[in-house]
């Protein structure tokens, strides 16, 4: 009985050793390892992936971005590195040193790389010329956006030409360009000569209210300015206006429901006037929720002699409700003529056209008067 079982798992043992030897003889061994050899985990193939980022400096950045963004946890409520008070350079570096200084941005793009952003931010910075300010604006801001953990793109909009500046329909079609460019949680319209002073001014949007982020500036003392309309708004003895230029930031709702900015504003100022009567009329309160800590200094440039305020502003101004809901984004032209990213910026240029006849002739007109008579001057209903 004990032999015949010896003799069954001899065998047995012999079945087993001949299927072995052919196995290996025929190579199929070798296919199965070589094979369980290949497979990699998720994360030894993103480390063999081929690297991104310019000029291979982002190199390990990326790599460890793309780990990450596997399992994102949000970022803190508090971003971890900021600093408080920062102090700006008297004069802007090389734009090419600057990109090395971050060189996590590209094509004017950053994603923090070990969190996931809570906010996606569009920076909308309308331009022409000014590219000393522009150096000196990157130079500064992109550290500070990257220690506020924004995921965010920085866009300039180029008025094409030298005829008379239009910042405002620049402001729109930056929105427009943004929108159809990414998905944006924010967008901030910023002044090219705009730096912030302390990082704690957070570049998040305010659900309830579009935010003045620009509330104290060197160049007012660092006090809010308030000023008085030139027209007074009727059942008003005086009419106030706040400043809400510089540094602003909406929701994609928020800027829609006002209708973006007035496309009428040809030269300098007003814009920002008409957009606090915009925001009012909507039900908007202008907010700042990191009151000073949003101070910026304002840098000096010399100013386009095409681009003198006209008095035309004033009654553009005392006018802006009955026009708010067909004049704006909803009705802005113009022609992107050109779209070319840089590392640290995305330039879009845009023509955006000349006064109507009807609207310079109004500027025209209006060059003549009286400061006060602005208000009882009869607009024409189609600019
Ligand atoms: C202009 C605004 C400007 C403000 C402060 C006003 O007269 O209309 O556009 O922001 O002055 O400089």
Redesign the pocket.
């Known amino acids: 009985m004990l032999r015949r079982k010896v003799r069954i798992a001899l065998k047995r043992l012999a079945c087993v050793a001949l299927v072995c030897k052919f196995l290996l003889s025929s190579g199929i061994f070798d296919e199965v390892l070589s094979y369980l050899n290949n497979i990699h985990s998720a994360q030894d193939f993103i480390l063999d992936s081929p690297t991104e980022g310019r000029d291979g400096i982002a190199h390990g950045a990326s790599r460890k971005r793309l780990l990450e963004s596997l399992n994102p946890e949000t970022c803190a409520d508090v971003p971890k590195r900021l600093v408080g008070k920062v102090s700006h350079a008297k004069d802007p570096p090389d734009m090419r040193i600057t990109e090395l200084v971050n060189n996590e941005v590209t094509d004017g793009s950053y994603e923090p790389g070990d969190c996931k952003s809570r906010c996606r931010v569009a920076i909308i910075v309308p331009i022409r010329g000014r590219e000393k300010n522009l150096r000196h604006m990157l130079a500064h801001m992109h550290p500070i956006w990257q220690r506020q953990e924004l995921s965010y793109t920085v866009f300039t909009i180029t008025q094409a030409g030298t005829r008379t500046f239009n910042k405002a329909k620049l402001m729109n079609a930056g929105f427009k360009e943004a929108r159809s460019y990414g998905r944006y949680d924010c967008f901030v319209f910023h002044d090219v000569d705009a730096l912030l002073e302390d990082d704690r001014c957070l570049y998040w949007c305010d659900q309830q209210n579009p935010r003045h982020l620009c509330a104290y500036a060197d160049v007012f003392n660092y006090r809010e ?1 308030w ?1 008085f309309s030139a027209c007074r708004r009727p059942g008003e003895l005086f009419s106030q206006i706040k ?1 809400f ?1 510089g540094v602003t930031m909406f929701t994609e709702e928020q800027f829609r429901r006002v209708n973006g900015f007035s496309n009428y504003y040809w030269g300098w ?5 008409d957009m606090y009567n915009r925001l009012r009329n909507k039900g908007y309160e202008p907010v700042n929720p990191y009151s000073r800590h949003c101070s910026y200094t304002l840098l000096q440039h010399p100013h386009e002699k095409t681009n003198a305020p006209t008095r035309a ?1 004033e009654s553009l101004v005392y006018h802006s409700k009955s026009r708010q809901d067909k004049d704006g984004l909803s009705n802005v032209r113009y022609k992107v003529l050109s779209f070319k990213s840089n590392p640290l910026y995305i330039n879009i240029t845009v023509d955006v056209g000349k006064p109507s006849q009807r609207m310079q002739d109004f500027i025209d007109r209006s060059r003549n008067l009286w400061f006060f008579n602005q208000c009882i001057v009869r607009m024409p209903w189609n600019l």
């Open positions: 300015v000023y400043l230029g100022g007003g814009e920002d006037d502003k």
